[in-house]
Nanobody
Framework: QVQLVESGGGLVQAGGSLRLSCAAS????????MAWFRQAPEKEREFVAA????????NYADSVKGRFTISRDNVQNTVYLQMVSLKPEDTAVYYC?????????????????WGQGTQVTVSS
């Protein structure tokens, strides 16, 4: 089992920056990749970014490419999402997720471990 706890959400003005953290515990060595998803009010949960635990390869949604950076500290068992140039449309609950097996897709069904989410609100 893997447990995930997000932190770092908050209120920021448009153009500001924020760093989210996701602390993993349990059988962390079994994790293949970790990812961030987000869900805005009345919208479906969408993929944001992912990183392979061992290789460090990353993948980003087009909407955040160039603004968000995902990174992983395997010693601390923590994944980060550094967000810059934030926009009001980035407002959402951000969820950390992990899976044990590689897969091509970054859909929510491909991930089996989830955190409870952290709120990010970007004001105009």
């Amino acid at each position: 089992q893997v447990q995930l706890v997000e932190s770092g959400g908050g209120l920021v003005q448009a153009g500001g920056s924020l760093r989210l953290s996701c602390a993993a515990s349990g059988q962390t060595s079994s994790i293949y990749d970790m990812a961030w998803f987000r869900q805005a009010p009345e919208k479906e949960r969408e993929f944001v970014a992912a990183i392979i635990r061992g290789r460090g390869s990353t993948n980003y949604a087009d909407s955040v490419k160039g603004r968000f950076t995902i990174s992983r500290d395997n010693v601390q068992n923590t994944v980060y999402l550094q967000m810059v140039s934030l926009k009001p449309e980035d407002t959402a609950v951000y969820y950390c997720a992990a899976r044990r097996s590689p897969a091509y897709s970054y859909t929510i069904t491909a991930y089996v471990y989830w955190g409870q989410g952290t709120q990010v609100t970007v004001s105009s």
